[in-house]
C-alpha cells in the first residue's frame, strides 16, 4: 500500500492510497477514512457511475459520523484505469468509472475488469492485512448499491450487512445494466444472474440482516434505470428482510446520501459490533 | 436571482443560483443552505484561492450543522467570471478565483473586480430582499478569511460576527498578498492597509465580538502565507478580543475546516440570535 495523501481529520485520517491489484493486474487507488480510536472494523463503501475513490471520502460528510467509532471506510475506485482499451473512454456509462462490478468474461476487458474478485478478494485482504480487520460489510451508491448488493448477497460470509443508497436493483431490466452486463459477460443472459440482485434472491440468495435501501422520489434516474419496486417484490418473495425507505424530494446526488448517510451508518454499526 | 440547480438536503435545500451583480457589471454564481425552518439570519460563507461557488457547500458537511436553526448560509464565488482579461486566467493566485475581496482601482481590473462592494453591497441586499433577513455574520477560509476580516472589521455595524480559517492575515508581507494587492491596487502600498487585516486592527478598526479563528499547524501555507501570529500580536496591542484555535496536524484543507466548522457554526449562532 502506498500513502498518496494524508490529511487529518475529526481526529482520524483521511487518506488517498494505491496498491497492486492481482484481480485487476494493475495499480488501483483507494481512499479510507480511519478514526483516532484503534479500529476492529471496516465498511467498504462502493461509488456509482464516473466516480472515483474520491467523492464519497470528500462529499458525504462520512468521518464526523465515524469519529468516535472503532469503524472504518475505505472506498475503491469505480474501475481499473490508465489501460489502453479502446473504447473504454468513450461513455460514462461503460468502461472506466463504470466496472458495474463484475468479472468481465470478454475482450478486451476480461483481462483487468475483475472487479468483483478485488472487492471481494483483494480490498479484503487488504482490510485483513493492513488494518488487521476481519469484521466487514458493504454500502454503496447507484452503480455502487448495485454492487454491495450483488457482492454482498453473494458472499454473505464475508459482508456482515449490506445498504445501498439508489441502487440499480435490476441491472437485467435497465439500459445501464443490459449495456455493461452486455459488455462485460457477453450475449448469454444467464450469466448476467449472477450480477443481478433480483435474480440473486430470486434464486436462493440471502443475507441474514435486514438491508437497508434509501431512495430519493425525486430521483431522476428513479424508477427507469433504478427498479426499486422489483428488489421489494422479489424479497417480499423470498423472504429477505428488506427496510426500503422512499423519501419525498430527493434526488440521486451526495446531497441525498449526506442527508441519510448517518441511518447507514448506525445500521452497520449495530453488525459490526 | 436564478436558481441553477436544487437539491434537497437535510430537509433544506442546497441550491445553485446567479444573479446580476451592479457592482462586478457580470452575472455572478453563489450557493446557498436554507434549512427547513423559517430562517432569521444568515451566515456569508468566502472561498479561498481557486475555489468557485460549489466548493464549501459540497465539501464541508454544513447542512447537518444548519439543520434544525434558522440560519442560512450563502456562499458567493471567488471572482468575476467570464470576462475577457488578458492574463487574468493565467495563475492560480490573481484573477479569476482570486479576487481577494478588494475593490481594485488598476486596469483592466477595476471595471469587475470590486468584489468588496460585490459582498457588503450585492449580497447584503440580496440576503435582506430575497430572503428577508436583517441579521448577517462572516466567515472564510485562507483568502476567503482575510475577506470575512477585513469586511468585518471594515463593516461591523453589517456583520454581526467574524470567523475564520486558517486566514491570510497580513496580506502586505506575504507573497499571496503582496501580488495581489499590488496588481488591484497598484504600487502604493498605503492604499493596501484597507485590505489587509492586521493594519485595519493598528489602525483602530474593532469588532464587539471575539473573532474566532482555527490554523493548523500541518498547514501547508502556514506560517509563510498566513503570518497568523501578526494578528495575535495586534489584536492583543489594540485589545480585539480574539480566540486562536491552533491544532497539530490539520493541514490548509476542507478536511480541516469540516473538523472544526461545528465550533464556527456555533460561534456565530450565538451573535445570530
Redo the contacts between chains.
Keep these: 500500500m502506498e500513502v498518496r495523501k494524508k ?5 482520524g485520517e ?1 487518506v488517498f492510497a494505491s496498491h497492486s491489484s492481482h484481480a485487476t493486474s494493475t495499480t488501483m487507488s483507494f481512499s479510507y477514512f480511519k478514526p483516532q480510536e484503534e479500529v476492529d472494523s471496516a465498511i467498504i463503501w462502493l461509488s456509482g457511475l464516473t466516480c472515483t475513490e474520491e467523492n464519497f471520502i ?2 458525504a ?1 462520512v ?2 459520523l465515524l469519529a468516535g467509532t472503532k469503524t472504518m471506510i475505505i472506498c475503491p475506485d469505480t474501475s481499473p484505469r490508465g489501460l489502453d482499451i479502446e473504447g473504454a473512454d468513450e461513455s460514462y456509462d461503460f468502461g472506466s468509472g463504470a466496472s458495474f462490478y463484475v468479472n468481465a468474461t470478454q475482450a478486451p476487458y476480461r483481462e483487468n475488469y475483475q472487479m468483483d474478485d478485488y472487492i471481494t478478494k483483494d480490498i479484503v485482504s487488504l482490510i485483513k492485512e493492513e488494518f488487521g480487520i476481519g469484521k466487514i460489510s458493504i454500502m454503496g451508491h447507484s452503480m455502487g448499491g448495485h454492487g454491495a448488493l450483488v457482492l454482498g448477497l453473494r458472499n454473505p460470509e464475508v459482508f456482515r450487512c449490506i445498504s445501498a443508497f439508489s441502487p440499480i436493483v435490476n441491472p437485467m431490466n435497465c439500459d445501464w445494466g443490459k449495456k455493461a452486463l452486455k459488455g462485460y459477460l457477453g450475449e448469454d443472459q444467464s450469466s448476467w444472474k449472477e450480477y443481478d440482485a433480483c435474480e440473486l434472491i430470486k434464486s436462493g440468495k440471502k443475507h441474514d440482516q435486514t438491508i437497508l435501501i434509501h431512495q ?1 422520489l ?1 430521483d431522476e434516474f428513479y424508477p427507469s434505470q433504478l427498479l426499486t419496486e422489483n428488489l421489494e417484490e422479489f424479497c417480499k418473495e423470498a423472504g429477505q428482510e428488506l427496510q426500503c425507505q422512499k423519501r419525498e ?3 440521486h ?4 446520501i ?2 441519510f448517510l448517518n441511518d447507514h451508518i448506525q445500521h452497520h454499526l449495530k453488525y459490526l459490533k
Excluded at 7 to 11: A, L, R, T, Y
Aim: proline share 0%; hydrophobic share 15%.
Design positions: 490529511h487529518k481529520s475529526f481526529g483521511s470528500t462529499k460528510g468521518q464526523s430519493g425525486a424530494g430527493y434526488d446526488s451526495y446531497y441525498f449526506s442527508t
